[in-house]
């Protein structure tokens, strides 16, 4: 069965009321590939969260960039996975580098983090990635595996898992990986599923590719096999988010 391509837009920590709106007409006005060839999942800030939901095409869902690791309670500035839930939220982003990196998120934590979403019926973009300093050291598969493996430790059913495979060194920096460098790590996470999980996960689980993906490079990204979407950073503000989802008629065409 092929894997359905996915392209998630993250916001991060971007927008106001009206800058929100303008986006979400732009994607609403846009014509785009069917629900049968692309998923797409748009991550705005919590506090926008409701406001998304309630104009957003139906086609399109919307995700959170983050949830908390357990039940509510004394957290404070925490989100709950419940209260995502209450929001009718289909989705949430964990362990984004930029929180492995400026919150200390360990692996550990991330695949907490994940084993909890996933309990409430969430669904959830898993992130992980190398920095500059990993990959000049040749370090980049070891790396990954080990985020990869603190997830799977924690997770028996990976049906609503998609991983994301950001090169930290890419993230927000104008520098892509080259869609062979991505193909390798994206071919070697699924050969690690293979080993680690079972090989009808390693089939089934779309891995997806982000860092500086924009209009100009995402079809020759996606054509590569083994990558099975992106999550777009801030071409995720602009127009050019269109075409990065339509980018997925390389795959189905």
Request: a negative charge.
């Amino acid at each position: 069965m092929a894997r359905k391509f996915f392209v998630g837009g993250n916001w991060k920590c971007n927008g106001t009321t009206e800058e929100v709106k303008k986006i979400v007409t732009v994607l609403n006005e846009a014509e785009v590939p069917s629900e049968d060839v692309v998923e797409v999942v748009v991550s705005p800030p919590f506090v926008f969260l409701p406001l998304v939901k309630s104009l957003l095409r139906p086609d399109f869902h919307a995700a959170a960039q983050n949830c908390w690791v357990k039940k509510g309670g004394a957290f404070t500035g925490e989100i709950s996975a419940e209260m995502l839930v209450n929001l009718g939220i289909d989705w949430v982003i964990l362990g984004h580098s930029e929180r492995r990196q400026l919150l200390n998120e360990s692996n550990e934590f991330v695949g907490d983090k994940v084993a909890y979403a996933l309990s409430l019926g969430l669904k959830v973009v898993a992130c992980i990635g190398e920095t500059l300093e990993q990959r000049e050291s040749g370090s980049t598969i070891e790396i990954v595996a080990a985020q990869t493996k603190a997830i799977a430790f924690k997770v028996s059913n990976w049906d609503n898992v998609v991983l994301a495979y950001e090169p930290v060194w890419a993230i927000g920096t104008g520098k892509v990986a080259t869609p062979a460098q991505a193909q390798e790590v994206h071919y070697e996470l699924r050969k690690w599923l293979v080993s680690n999980v079972d090989a009808e996960v390693a089939s089934k689980t779309r891995i997806i590719y982000g860092g500086s993906v924009n209009g100009a490079n995402c079809k020759e990204l996606a054509a590569q096999l083994d990558i099975d979407g992106f999550l777009v950073g801030g071409a995720s503000l602009k127009p050019e988010f269109v075409d990065i989802i339509k980018s997925a008629t390389v795959k189905s065409g």
